[in-house]
């Protein structure tokens, strides 16, 4: 079993940052993937952004791309997303995500952690 929290969530005025982390314990794996995920009110949930964990590469939702960055440090074992210029568009329940190659989801999830962008 892997168990994934989140944190860093909060209130921000637009045009501010906030950085979510989310730390990964439990069974640990070779090849996988974590991903950001959001969820605002009404909606369904939505990609934000992920990274390959041993590779690296990262891919972003458009609505974010140059706004938010994804990054894992090995070291600790988390995955942290930086977001700036937010918006209130922004505002949702934020989740943490990960995905075993060479499944095509995301099986395992955090609890999430809110954000809210004020205007």
């Known amino acids: 079993q892997v168990q994934l929290v989140e944190s860093g969530g909060g209130l921000v005025q637009a045009g501010g940052s906030l950085r979510l982390s989310c730390a990964v314990s439990?069974?640990?794996?070779?090849?996988?993937?974590m991903g950001w995920f959001r969820r605002a009110p009404g909606k369904e949930r939505e990609f934000v952004a992920s990274?390959?964990?041993?590779?690296?590469?990262?891919f972003y939702a458009d609505s974010v791309k140059g706004r938010f960055t994804i990054s894992k440090n090995t070291a600790k074992n988390t995955v942290d997303l930086q977001m700036n210029s937010l918006k209130p568009e922004d505002t949702a329940v934020y989740y943490c995500?990960?995905?075993?190659?060479?499944?095509?989801?995301?099986?395992?999830w955090g609890q999430g952690t809110q954000v809210t962008v004020s205007s």
């Open positions: 995500g990960l995905k075993l190659l060479p499944s095509a989801d995301f099986g395992s």
């Open positions: 439990g069974r640990t794996f070779s090849n996988y993937v």
């Open positions: 990274i390959t964990w041993s590779g690296g590469k990262t």
